[in-house]
């Protein structure tokens, strides 16, 4: 699987952004997914997670109520919708694929990330 994110850019705080990654291969549908971040000085953490099927996600505390993951599997397309950004959202954002649930922790596929999409919020 092979991925490309994209959709980052400036925005005020408050503001809204989409991100999207386009997976290639036929085993994209198959694997739970998800979104890491890396801001500056800091380690990549996980953002959002969504099962193969999307019947259940999870988010970091931090984006609760403010962040929507999504996939259509029919394009091999996954979302991240963005609300009420706040400046402490601005990293480095990374496409996740071919993961997998233990419980309700996500573990990530290794060896297939997006190039990352740059977010920055301004205050």
């Known amino acids: 699987v092979q991925l490309v994110d994209s959709g980052g850019g400036l925005v005020q705080a408050g503001g809204s952004l989409r991100l999207s990654c386009a997976a290639s291969?036929?085993?994209?549908?198959?694997?739970?997914v998800a979104w890491f971040r890396q801001g500056p000085g800091k380690q990549r953490e996980l953002v959002a997670a969504?099962?193969?099927?999307?019947?259940?996600?999870n988010y970091a505390d931090s984006v609760k109520g403010r962040f929507t993951i999504s996939r259509d599997n029919a394009k091999n397309m996954m979302y991240l919708q963005m609300n009420n950004l706040k400046p402490e959202d601005t990293a480095v954002y990374y496409c996740n694929a071919g993961g997998y649930y233990i419980g309700t922790d996500y573990y990530p596929g290794y060896d297939y990330w997006g190039q990352g999409t740059q977010v920055a919020v301004s205050s």
């Open positions: 969504i099962t193969s099927a999307g019947t259940r996600t």
């Open positions: 291969g036929s085993t994209f549908s198959i694997n739970a």
